[in-house]
T-cell receptor
Framework: GEDVEQSLFLSVREGDSSVINCTYTDSSSTYLYWYKQEPGAGLQLLTYIFSNMDMKQDQRLTVLLNKKDKHLSLRIADTQTGDSAIYFCAESSRTGKLIFGQGTTLQVKP | GAGVSQTPSNKVTEKGKYVELRCDPISGHTALYWYRQSLGQGPEFLIYFQGTGAADDSGLPNDRFFAVRPEGSVSTLKIQRTERGDSAVYLC??????????????FGPGTRLTVL
């Protein structure tokens, strides 16, 4: 079945890089997504990667995909206090519904 | 509209009552999704509409849950005989191009349902 797993918590210092990891099970997923959720707010799409790509960079965000190991990571360069949030990895199913991980809470210390 | 909106933002009800949660998608978006997010968990898919019809309702947990989208725009999620386990944040998302794996979903702020 479809399943997505993430580590639950990450703490970094402001200015450091953050790396959030995710594993998924559905090898047929075409797109993989990273969403950000701040307290009281909805899910904000950060970035996505197509399954035939290894890497995608978007300003401070770098997504790495290892399709063989079904491993996805999100690197945030120069992490700021405003990056503190919960980050969700999600894979798309054949019908378009998203399968989410349980979320990684990123804490950024000044 | 500027984004997906959901009403009410908070709903407190008693066990056994009926509730309706409303979602207004982004104007012109043809696909609409409902998800449920329990505390400390990621969102879980409930149902997906393509226009007025439910294209995938495999995530609805039981027959107490029902959703409609009669005119292909606003959707209402209906929960009968609510139970304490239904307490969660109910999220709505819409996408522009009729769903499918290449179609970005935009989420609303959610409705927090508390069943006492």
């Amino acid at each position: 079945g479809e399943d997505v797993e993430q580590s639950l918590f990450l703490s970094v210092r402001e200015g450091d890089s953050s790396v959030i990891n995710c594993t998924y099970t559905d090898s047929s997923s075409t797109y993989l997504y990273w969403y950000k959720q701040e307290p009281g707010a909805g899910l904000q799409l950060l970035t996505y990667i197509f399954s035939n790509m290894d890497m995608k960079q978007d300003q401070r965000l770098t997504v790495l995909l290892n399709k063989k190991d079904k491993h996805l990571s999100l690197r945030i360069a120069d992490t700021q206090t405003g990056d503190s949030a919960i980050y969700f990895c999600a894979e798309s199913s054949r019908t378009g519904k998203l399968i989410f991980g349980q979320g990684t809470t990123l804490q950024v210390k000044p | 509209g500027a984004g997906v909106s959901q009403t009410p933002s908070n709903k407190v009800t008693e066990k056994g009552k009926y509730v309706e949660l409303r979602c207004d998608p982004i104007s012109g978006h043809t696909a609409l999704y409902w998800y449920r997010q329990s505390l400390g968990q990621g969102p879980e898919f409930l149902i997906y509409f393509q226009g007025t019809g439910a294209a995938d309702d495999s995530g609805l947990p039981n027959d107490r849950f029902f959703a409609v989208r009669p005119e292909g725009s606003v959707s209402t999620l209906k929960i009968q005989r609510t139970e304490r386990g239904d307490s969660a944040v109910y999220l709505c998302a819409s996408s522009a191009n009729g769903g499918g794996v290449t179609d970005t979903q935009y989420f609303g702020p959610g409705t927090r349902l508390t069943v006492l």
